[in-house]
């Protein structure tokens, strides 16, 4: 039994003195304040961190598993890139100090630069390198052109490696720097040598910021603390080219799914950013002083309308060429996007304000709407009535008004439309049905890309034309494939530039789909300066806060 | 007593078992595909394909169940299609956020509107009564978003008093915690104030008009002893069955409020995967949530007999 304590009387007093009182109360406060101390002093202050609202939730880490956007903008901070592209969409060399092309054009060699590290400490290599690009050649539609024509990828010493192909191919460094999805970053060989169609589990990079996963909580905040490894280029920072300098601590995607509430947040200075701000709620922010609303990604989003080939109506083309004429650009972007300063019709097969935009065929486009020579066409391919399968994705504002409004359209011109409402999540199920419309199919489903993604006619896959192999809809055109395989083999920009009018000129009479309008959103800034607006990405570094 | 126990909590596993199963038919059999969410809206029918067979998301739908089923007899409730992280673990990150609104809101709704309703009935066709009751109309008719936009508005945005959204473990601080709570707190309270208060003020009056309470009233008890002491009491067992209503109907309700204030708690855990279909996190936390209603009503029933002895025989 242990022996009794000795009692002091003070202790032991139940009377409360006033300095009793005030040393509780400051050990109480010192008590629930303690937690908090502790972790200030791990936790980087509000001044050097960014906390952004991006366009959704971050729900795939691996950027070759998946062609989501968000996965990209992770990945952009986590790993770097062999090349990045300047504001012209030229490539310009990123981890390789310098890179040769052999005489026959086959051999590509590349160096590394020096200090290249991953963030676990170890250094960046050529056999990851290479081990990097095999995975993402296995899934990109790029990657996979390339891998096709590749004779070896040998490894010279730990900084030099090649890309040997078969033939003379054109674009190598272009496929490398690309920034849409996906995008070849290069991870460690370890995780590099996982299986493609695997998701990998370790998120280790050589990117300007590491992924903190501890302060992680998924489906609402990720965490990103910079690089202490990452050795900047020199020159300044350009688009992906460039040096990634980081002027803060800490970048914090935070996931606030309701719009009025990240406005909210930001006007009260509890975010930095919002990627893209409901537009209805824009005028709300027009008094906030330290808010400024700019358009980053100023090549935008392209929205489309893709039609099932496999079934009628859309397997005849005079069906789909009414598409072309019906739809009326400026009523769908005014219903999602009111001002006018943030949208414009697109006539080009790649996207306005691209490389490869040109105006070949394009009278369709000048002439619409017309709904009379859409009826016409509609006549014309012998159109029996049947209904018209229309999936209309309710819950994402721009695609729920297109299929309304295309839908009234559609009737017009004469088709019996059934539209179908669902979320998206049930749309990109049923768009894989390959069934006719009435056993669970569909005619037409609408969604969206990057204008970035639309410039490149080999990489899309929605632009490719090979039937059932090819992406929904599954559009089938020998020479508009053919066309696709010589503007890939080119050798310069201008015999690019002429093949892409021929693709165009071919793509507007066949219809591959139609599109309903293009769009910029702003977003909006509290307090951040040298954001690099560009598409695909929103790059944190450069940024300063304050 | 004990017996009638363990039949409850028999009947438990005999729920959720058939929560279980319907949850799983409902979620697959229903339109969706998490495979073609994870592959992104570039990716090629053959990608897709891929990814689910890699999930096993082609396999015939009962070996699916089986192999769930299997795992959850075993305490396991798979992970997560996207991030492959533990179900359990999901839950587990997101339960305080959702507890501590469900806790503090009860507190909150229970303290205001037991003082509310017992003033009414009190006070019943007064002036105070018919403001107290229009109060609780407003309040049950208000939707919970709008009353969350209005309190951002006027306490966050103008007058800067409290945070707009987002949520601090209490780890952080009691301080932090509170503050962040305050306002979905009274967002999710006030409905339940005014179901709570409406029905303790008609249970107060029905006994309020008792033959023992005249008896009180003619030997002179104060009436705050009779009202708290001889009336609430007698008055208790319907309200302790709202506010055992009120706790079950929370579970539905944190869902809006954690949207609108962002808060990670298993409410947005749930909308979120719903929306991208990943099928173990909704399965796991539906099976969960029927557990923890069952017991909440088993802890009602055994409730009564404490209350009122004339039950327990």
Redesign the interface.
């Known amino acids: 039994m242990p022996a009794a304590l000795p009692i002091n009387e003070e202790e032991n007093d139940m009377t409360t003195t006033r300095r009793r009182f005030v040393q509780g109360g400051l050990a109480t406060g010192a008590i629930?304040?303690a937690?908090?101390t502790i972790?200030a002093q791990t936790t980087p202050s509000a001044a050097r961190t960014i906390r952004a609202v991006l366009h959704g939730?971050l729900?795939?880490?691996d950027p070759i598993?998946?062609?989501?956007?968000m996965?990209s903008y992770h990945s952009g901070m986590v790993y770097d890139m062999l090349f990045g592209v300047n504001d012209k969409y030229e490539p310009q060399p990123q981890m390789v100090s310098k890179w040769s092309l052999s005489d026959d054009r086959k051999t590509y060699t590349f160096e590394l630069r020096d200090g290249l590290r991953f963030s676990d400490g170890t250094p960046v290599t050529a056999r990851d390198c290479v081990a990097s690009i095999r995975r993402w050649g296995a899934?990109d539609?790029g990657g996979q052109h390339m891998m096709a024509r590749l004779a070896d990828t040998p490894v010279k010493d730990d900084k030099t490696f090649q890309i040997v192909m078969k033939e003379p191919y054109g674009l190598v460094v272009e496929w490398l720097a690309k920034a849409a999805?996906n995008v070849c970053y290069i991870m460690r060989e370890k995780e590099a040598g996982t299986d493609p169609?695997?998701?990998i589990?370790t998120i280790i990079g050589s990117g300007p910021f590491t992924f903190n996963e501890s302060a992680v909580?998924?489906?609402?905040?990720y965490v990103y603390d910079r690089n202490a490894n990452y050795v900047p280029r020199s020159e300044p920072a350009v688009m992906t080219s460039g040096g990634k300098v980081v002027n803060v601590d800490r970048v914090v995607f935070?996931n606030?799914?309701?719009e009025?509430?990240a406005i909210?947040?930001i006007?009260?200075g509890?975010i930095d950013m919002i990627e893209y701000p409901n537009v209805d709620l824009l005028d709300s922010l027009a008094g906030e002083k330290a808010i400024k609303l700019e358009v980053l990604n100023k090549q935008g989003q392209l929205g489309w309308a893709r039609v099932n080939w496999l079934h009628p109506p859309f397997n005849n083309i005079k069906a789909r060429q009414a598409m072309l004429h019906l739809i009326h650009p400026t009523e769908v972007m005014k219903a999602t996007f009111g001002d006018e300063k943030y949208f414009r019709g697109c006539s080009s097969l790649f996207g306005m304000g691209t490389p490869m935009e040109n105006d070949a065929n394009i009278d369709w486009f000048k002439g619409a709407p017309n709904i009379e020579k859409a009826k016409q066409l509609v006549k014309e391919s012998g159109y029996d009535g049947r209904p018209v399968v229309v999936l209309q994705a309710t819950?994402i504002a721009y695609m729920n008004n297109a299929a309304n409004l295309i839908a009234q359209w559609m009737r017009q011109a004469g088709f019996n439309v059934s539209l179908q409402a669902?979320?998206?999540?049930?749309v990109?199920?049923?768009r894989?049905v390959k069934a006719a419309p009435d056993q669970g199919g569909w005619n037409v489903f609408f969604?969206s890309?990057s204008v970035n993604?639309f410039g490149n006619p080999v990489s899309?896959?929605?632009h490719a034309a090979s039937g059932e192999?090819?992406?929904?809809g599954w559009p089938t055109n020998e020479l508009h494939e053919q066309l696709r395989d010589k503007w890939a083999g080119a050798q310069t920009d201008a015999e690019r530039k002429q093949i892409a009018r021929d693709i165009q000129q071919n793509a507007w009479d066949f219809v591959p789909h139609a599109y309903f309008g293009q769009w910029f959103q702003p977003a909006a800034l509290r307090n951040l300066t040298g954001l690099i607006g560009m598409p695909e990405l929103i790059p944190f570094w450069n940024v300063k806060k304050g | 007593m004990l017996s009638y126990l363990v039949q409850r909590l028999a009947s438990t596993i005999l729920v959720m078992t058939l929560v279980g199963i319907f949850v799983f038919l409902l979620l697959h059999l229903?339109?969706?595909?998490p495979a073609?969410?994870?592959?992104?809206?570039?990716?090629?029918?053959?990608?897709?394909v891929?990814?689910r067979?890699?999930l096993g998301l082609d396999d015939p739908l009962l070996v699916q169940f089986g192999r769930w089923a299997l795992r959850v007899i075993q305490g396991d409730l798979g992970v997560?299609i996207?991030?492959?992280?533990p179900v359990s673990t999901?839950i587990l990150?997101r339960l305080e956020p959702t507890l501590s609104l469900a806790i503090l809101t009860m507190i909150f709704a229970v303290s205001i509107a037991v003082t509310l309703g017992v003033l009414a009935a009190w006070k019943a066709g007064r002036p105070v009564d018919r403001l107290l009751m229009g109060f609780s109309v407003l309040g049950f008719s208000m939707p919970t978003f709008v009353v969350g936009?209005c309190l951002?508005?006027v306490f966050?945005?103008e007058l800067?008093w409290l945070?707009?959204?987002?949520y601090r473990p209490i780890?952080?601080?009691?301080?932090?915690w509170f503050m962040h709570l305050v306002l979905p707190t009274v967002t999710l309270g006030l409905a339940y104030v005014a179901l709570i208060a409406r029905m303790t003020r008609a249970s107060m009056q029905e006994v309020l008009e008792e033959d023992y309470i005249r008896t009180a009233n003619a030997k002179g008890v104060s009436a705050r002893t009779m009202l708290m002491k001889h009336a609430l009491k007698n008055a208790g067992v319907p309200i302790i069955t709202v506010i055992g209503i009120g706790v079950a109907l929370l579970i539905g309700g944190v869902v809006i409020t954690e949207?609108?204030?962002?808060i990670?708690g298993i409410g947005?855990?749930v909308?979120?995967a719903i929306?991208?279909?990943d099928y173990p996190i909704i399965q796991g936390v539906i099976l969960v949530f029927s557990g923890v209603y069952v017991l909440i009503n088993l802890a009602v029933d055994l409730s009564y007999s404490l209350i009122d002895p004339r039950i327990r025989h």
């Not at chain 1, 669902?422 to 049930?426: I, K, L, N, R, Y």
């Not at chain 1, 192999?469 to 929904?472: D, H, P």
């Not at chain 2, 229903?30 to 595909?33: I, V």
């Open positions: 629930i304040s937690p908090a972790r939730d729900r795939v880490f598993w998946t062609t989501a956007n996965t899934r539609g999805t169609n695997q998701q589990s909580v998924q489906g609402q905040r935070e606030i799914a309701d009025a509430t909210a947040a006007r009260a509890e819950n669902s979320d998206w999540g049930a990109v199920t049923r894989a969604t890309g993604a899309l896959s929605g192999k090819g992406w929904f | 229903s339109a969706g595909d073609a969410i994870i592959a992104g809206d570039y990716a090629t029918p053959q990608q897709i891929a990814i067979q890699r997560s996207f991030s492959s992280t999901l990150q936009y951002i508005y966050a945005i800067r945070p707009v959204q987002g780890l952080d601080g009691i301080g932090p949207t609108v204030f962002n990670p947005r855990l909308v979120d929306s991208k279909r």
